[in-house]
Each structure stands twice: as C-alpha cells, then as structure tokens.
C-alpha cells in the first residue's frame, strides 16, 4: 500500500489541525495504522495508532488532545490535533502494516512526512 499524508502547516498554539494519510492499493481495513512524529534532534515517537478492530493508543504527550480515526470507505486514516503546542512541531508521518496490533515493532509501510510546527 503507498500512503500519502496531507494537512501539515504553520499554525499558532491553542488551535486545532488535521492531518489525513490516503492510501492506495489493498483496502485499510486489512491494516494496522498509526501516525508517528519526528522533531529535530529527538527520536522518532508513535504518537497514536489504531487496530483493525477500532482499538487505539495514544501516546501520554497526546492524550486527551489528539484522536485517530480512519474511514475504510476512503481509505485514509487522520489524526486530529487540538490545542496544539509548539512541542507538537515535529514532521508526521502515516504507518501501516498489515500485521494487527496495537503498538507494533515495526511498519512496512511508511508515507511520506508533513511538517506540522506549531508557533507560541
């Protein structure tokens, strides 16, 4: 599957984004997805994932903030961000795999990033 995220931007803090991945090929339902973010000189971290089944994580600097969701239909998961802080800037990227988990070792897929920086 090739995956495509979109919605990155500059944005002030306190406000809302949305980032979508549409991916293309087999159907998402056969997959596991998530979202996770890179800022400059940290480690990659999964900030939110979602099962096949519907269960999801969210990583403890995210919680109650940020919400994973996919449609099947469209084939595109998102990840909704609120009340965004500038230590939310990172790139974000969209996973896949077709393993179903909830926090998997690794993805075999991988989209492209979309910087999201967020400014106080």
């Known amino acids: 599957v090739q995956l495509q995220a979109s919605g990155g931007g500059l944005v002030q803090a306190g406000v809302s984004l949305r980032l979508s991945c549409v991916g293309s090929g087999r159907t998402f339902n056969r997959y596991a997805v998530g979202w996770f973010r890179q800022a400059p000189g940290k480690q990659r971290e999964l900030v939110a994932a979602?099962?096949?089944?519907?269960?999801?994580y969210y990583a403890d600097s995210v919680k109650g903030r940020f919400t994973i969701s996919r449609d099947n239909v469209k084939n595109t998961v998102y990840l909704q961000m609120n009340s965004l802080k500038p230590e939310d800037t990172a790139v974000y990227y969209c996973?896949?795999?077709?393993?179903?988990?909830?926090?998997?070792?690794?993805?075999?897929?991988w989209g492209v990033g979309t910087q999201v920086t967020v400014s106080s």
């Open positions: 979602n099962t096949r089944g519907g269960r999801s």
């Open positions: 996973v896949a795999d077709p393993v179903n988990g909830l926090i998997l070792p690794r993805y075999d897929y």
